[in-house]
């Protein structure tokens, strides 16, 4: 790209110069940057320049001069979120068999928004089982996930250290205490221990819907 190439020789030599302009291009790259109206903010008026060439030249820079792209977030999760997309893309239209699971949660491990995108994602794919399951991994917040997913997570309650639903099981009901208390009619198969932030918030998501009675 000979844009690319007036940059690098731009650039050659200065190694200060070099990241500050990989930083520079790191910040243009945010979803909260509007590029057409940085670009206008420097007097560049006509002008069709996008990110994704952004994020390329960033990448040659990065390579050519041996910099860290791991410290330009922008940057490091856009391609993140591209190779997220590419595995979706290969699991759901394409249907090729492979450990994508494993792939898609080391794409977006580092960054919670991109956490968010891929329960997003994989509920437009219709496999909100597997949406629940990665929501629960991340211990993401119930009220900001899709409500299919909080109805997922509610259905099946499991202990993220075993995958196990919690329910209380007792051996010996006499093993209990006999002071005066009122009893549900509920069977002990029914009871739930709630011991974390996580599924404290999918009992209060429940119990609070007009619909239910508590």
Known sequence: MFVCD???????????????????????CSSDTDLLEACRSVGVTNTKVTKKQL???????SQV???NFANCRNLVM???ERLLRGFLFK???QKKPGNWNELMEGCVRDSTELQYQLVRELVHHGDVATAAQHARTFGLVTS??????????????KSPAT?????FESTSRSSMCAADFYQLPLPFSSVFFIDNVCDFQLCMAAILQVVLTV
Request: proline share 3%; charged share 25%.
């Open 55 to 61: 994020h390329k030249m960033a990448g040659r820079i």
């Open 78 to 80: 856009s391609k993140n």
């Open 144 to 157: 900001q996930l899709p409500s299919t997913v909080q109805s997922e997570l509610w259905r099946h309650p």
């Open 65 to 67: 001069y041996n910099l």
């Open 163 to 167: 995958g196990q639903c919690r329910r």
């Open 91 to 93: 699991k759901y239209v």
């Open 6 to 28: 007036v940059f690098l020789r731009y650039l050659d030599g200065n190694k200060d110069v070099q990241k500050s302009f990989l930083q520079m291009v790191d910040d243009l």
